[in-house]
């Protein structure tokens, strides 16, 4: 019996010297028959079993032997046969340069925002979240709009129930109430988030952007602190010479209300798209919080007043990366993305 297994042995080791390499094809073909994961060879292994005690070494040699002649032959045979086709499978080429390493980075508005977050954390604002699907109260009807406000019709706002009414958050806002509700006093904080509008997507408009609104409650809080405030954000976030201007405007939750613009930083004052023109890109809307919101989320209007901004992260963004379509942001081309690496 073991006999036999020994000149089944021997047999391969004469087919392996005798076996016709003379391309590609035939050298593939030696490999899966001798070396392959499912290699001829494997069953000599499992005759081990079956062989005399006293010879089990010497067959293990033997097999050993195969084995070896067969990596010996197909590497041989390779270089001769294939040139580099063999040898490149076998032997990786170590003087190839290194190929360059995938490593992914935050998307650029996320480092915006992350950066905004910062900067008015150094100021002791902490970081709140809001629900991103809200109730007409929260959204609107505590922030003072009135029933009739152009901003709650379906065209603006996308409602995924009417009775009651629940809706996609149109602003961060939103979150103020839920922070006022909650009655810890004084308030400081800034609540960054996703808002969505019925809008038409425009290289300025989409219906899903972001913002940062900020909210602080305290005695005493004036207008001139949330100048302060505002201003020194702008300086920290854009880190040059930029210009700032506060313009009187209108929001139902905060009297008197203003908008901030800044220095359009991607025309550099003479008109683009981006600045309509004007040379001033609006990033924010801000205001004294309106006594009547104060009562409406039972805070004492007559001792606490405050402040409340809520920054465009998209727009800080375009400025701030001098990108001229805010679509760019939201496309996940690679080609765009890559080219803003940070790891913060
Ligand atoms: N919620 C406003 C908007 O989306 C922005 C805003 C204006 C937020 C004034 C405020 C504020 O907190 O006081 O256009």
Not at 15 to 44: T, W
Not at 212 to 236: C, M, P, R, W
Request: include cysteine; aromatic fraction near 10%; glycine fraction near 6%.
């Amino acid at each position: 019996m073991s006999a036999e297994i020994f000149e089944k042995a021997n047999a391969f080791l004469a087919e392996i010297e005798a076996y016709e390499i003379s391309d590609a094809a035939s050298l593939e073909a030696f490999r899966i028959r001798f070396l392959g994961s499912k290699n001829i060879l494997k069953g000599l292994f499992a005759e081990m079993r079956n062989i005399e005690p006293e010879r089990k070494k010497d067959f293990g040699l033997l097999v050993n032997k195969v084995k070896k002649a067969a990596e010996a032959r197909f590497e041989s045979a390779g270089d001769r046969a294939t040139g580099s086709a063999a040898a490149s499978v076998d032997k990786p080429d170590l003087s190839l340069p290194a190929g360059n390493r995938f490593q992914g980075g935050r998307h650029p508005l996320s480092i915006v925002q992350n950066k905004m977050v910062d900067i008015f954390s150094r100021l002791g604002f902490a970081v709140v979240e809001g629900p991103e699907i809200d109730d007409d109260w929260h959204n609107f009807t505590a922030l003072n709009t009135p029933e009739d406000h152009p901003a709650r019709d379906m065209q603006d706002t996308f409602y995924v129930q009417l009775e009651p009414a629940m809706m996609l958050r149109t602003q961060t806002s939103s979150t103020q109430t839920h922070v006022m509700e909650k009655g810890q006093l004084p308030i400081r904080i800034i609540s960054p988030g996703r808002v969505y509008r019925n809008e038409t997507i425009s290289a300025r408009a989409h219906c899903q952007f972001h913002q940062v609104e900020g909210l602080y409650i305290a005695e005493n809080v004036s207008f001139a602190d949330l100048k302060q405030t505002l201003i020194y954000f702008a300086k920290e976030m854009f880190h040059r010479d930029i210009k700032v201007r506060l313009r009187p405007s209108f929001f139902p939750f905060t009297e008197p209300s203003a908008e901030m613009d800044i220095s359009c930083l991607i025309c550099g004052g003479p008109g683009c798209t981006v600045c309509k023109k004007t040379g001033w890109v609006e990033i924010l809307g801000c205001g004294m919080v309106d006594p009547n919101v104060l009562t409406n989320c039972g805070i004492d209007a007559e001792k606490y007043t405050g402040f409340a901004f809520g920054i465009g992260v998209e727009r800080t963004a375009m400025l701030h990366y001098q990108v001229g379509d805010l679509r760019l942001f939201f496309e996940n081309d690679m080609r765009f993305l890559s080219q803003f690496r940070s790891v913060t």
